[in-house]
């Protein structure tokens, strides 16, 4: 079992900023991929950014300029994800999930989520 939890999410004005950060825990060999996707009531869940073990990023163009991704090294055992948000829009509104793929310690491969942290941008 992995666990997922997230946690910074809140209201902010538009244009203010938000720190997310999703703390991995568990069964956790390495974890290769790891990535924020938000939902809105009743839509899709959407891919807002995402990070390889390599560091390399891969942003939606609606938060290009304005979101950062990052994670700790995949060597640290605290595996840690975050998500820098700034300028944020109404738009943005959403709960946001952490999502993880990870290899168990016994070499399974599996996608894990975490719960989610509501942020809503408002004045």
């Known amino acids: 079992q992995v666990q997922l939890v997230e946690s910074g999410g809140g209201k902010v004005q538009p244009g203010g900023s938000l720190r997310l950060s999703c703390a991995a825990s568990?069964?956790?060999?390495?974890?290769?991929?790891m990535a924020w996707y938000r939902q809105g009531p009743g839509l899709q869940r959407e891919l807002v950014a995402r990070?390889?073990?390599?560091?390399?990023?891969?942003?939606?163009d609606s938060v290009k300029g304005r979101f950062v991704i990052s994670r700790t090294k995949p060597e640290d055992p605290n595996y840690r994800l975050y998500l820098q948000m700034n300028n944020l829009k109404p738009e943005d509104t959403d709960v946001y999930f952490c999502?993880?793929?990870?290899?168990?310690?016994?070499?399974?491969?599996?996608?894990?989520w975490g719960k989610g942290t509501q942020v809503t941008v408002s004045a």
């Open positions: 999502n993880a793929y990870v290899m168990s310690r016994a070499g399974i491969m599996n996608y894990w």
């Open positions: 990070i390889r073990e390599s560091g390399e990023t891969h942003y939606a």
């Open positions: 568990g069964s956790i060999s390495l974890i290769d991929t």
